[in-house]
């Protein structure tokens, strides 16, 4: 039996052409035949070209997800072994662990369709009807070709809603504990898979966390430490862990790291930096904080639970002596210390009207990295103003917080704020707080969250570092 078949409108086509993967509702001109939702349809030009394959849901806007550009081939487990295939051979070049995005929707040439590896359990979240009705045949592809002990559904997200689905959780195969250790950049973290935001981790950021290792040690001379060779006979007690590597060419002395009094300094992390992680949610930056080698790290996030889960990861891999945990809101926290910041320079500088007889307020801390990697602040186009305020507020009160000459590392993954909107509030904020912003690194999502050329839904994660100086 033959395919339905829809005809788009005349001018329709180019979309299409250009390698979007989704057909909306007013491209359609007419359709042929008839076709149950969730059924694979043909799209073909107003000429009668054939463009595309995707299986149609009529109570989406987005009537048709683009599977295939051939005709006469069905999406069925034969066809999802094969993607997956694929799948499986492009994280094996491109990503060095295996804990990572091994599906990515559209990306990956299977829409409605995201899957993630954590240890020896596959988390999918499957969030399309075509998609949803193949769902036995997409368990046993799963299992065919990467071989996990269990995979568990997440497929908790409201827009499910937009195609007639309910939300679902829950055991498809084999079994599946609710926390799982996984390894990122050399580092062990807990999972939740049941609790966790998304699918319980975000992958997205693996090489943007690594990309923070530079900005972690050189601020040794800024606490008055220079390095010195002297004569080992006069060297304390574990002064190793302190000295820089090939510290002892001649076997009588070592260059080591000492004080404005000239005395050895013996603590091994002299030269790290003091971090700052806001809405950290399991840790992760902080975590990459600490294995670069910082000082002394503030990891905060709204949740406890959260909190309790980034305290673990820390413990786990040795670096709880430097690291403080602060359940708060990230703005209302922000704003103490930049209010407490202002309140200490203007009692410094002998400022008019300022009242010395009160009591300091909270706050007034400063670090060498602030860290912003808030969740989505516009989820839809028409909040994309008040988004702006939102970046702009939060990076502005960020940047405050940064020593001079320090860094400020700041992300969205709002994907209707353009990385230009991104940008210009980051450089608003700047212009209010009298700075000037140097770029470092300009990042988006990692090698596991592929991207189509000419698809814009899916360049939504921005990440940019900018070293901070005062303006004048």
Known sequence: MSRAKL?????????????????????????????????????MAANGRYLAS??????????????????????DE???????????????????EPDCRLV????????GLVV?????????????????????????????????????????????????????????????????????????????????????????????RASIAPLMKGWGARSGIRLERRPLAELPEGWEAAAPAGGRPDGE???????????PVAYPLWDGATVLECFAHTGSFTLHACKYGAKKVTCLDVSEHAVETARRNVERNGFADRVEFVVDDAFQYLRRQVKGKDERSARAEGAKGVD????????????????????????????????????????????????EGGYLVTASCSYHMSPELFLQAIQDAAADAGKSLRLVEWRAAGKDHPQLLGVSEGHYLKFAIFEVRSLG
């Open 356 to 403: 010395t007889s009160r009591k300091l307020e909270e706050g007034g801390r400063t670090w060498d990295v602030v860290i912003l990697d808030p969740p989505a602040f516009a989820k839809t186009k028409g909040a994309v103003e008040g988004a702006c305020r939102g970046y702009k507020d939060i990076n502005l009160h960020g940047m405050k917080l940064v020593n």
């Open 253 to 263: 002395t070592a260059l080591v790291p000492v004080n404005k009094s000239g005395k």
């Open 54 to 75: 995707g299986y149609w849901n009529p109570a989406s806007q987005i009537r048709v997800r683009v599977v295939l550009r051939q005709p006469e081939q069905e999406l």
């Open 116 to 208: 993630d590896r954590f240890a020896d359990v596959l988390v999918v979240q499957i969030l399309t009807l075509g998609m949803d009705q193949r769902r036995e045949q997409l368990v046993r592809a799963l299992v065919a070709v990467f071989r996990p002990k269990g995979i568990y559904e997440r497929s908790d997200v409201g827009v499910r809603r937009l195609e007639g689905l309910e939300e679902r959780t829950g055991v498809l195969y084999g079994d599946c504990p609710r926390y799982v250790d996984i390894v990122e950049n050399g580092i062990v973290m807990e999972v939740d898979l049941e609790e966790g935001q998304k699918t319980g981790y975000f992958y997205d950021q693996r090489e943007n």
């Open 104 to 111: 990515y929707g559209e990306a990956d040439y299977l829409p």
């Open 7 to 43: 005809y788009l409108h005349k001018k329709k086509t180019r979309r299409l052409e250009q390698g979007q993967p989704w057909v909306y509702a007013g491209e359609i001109e007419r359709m042929d035949g008839e076709a149950a939702p969730g059924d694979m349809v043909d799209v």
């Open 78 to 96: 034969a066809l999802l072994t094969a993607r997956l295939e694929e799948c499986r051979a492009y994280r094996e070049r491109f990503v060095s």
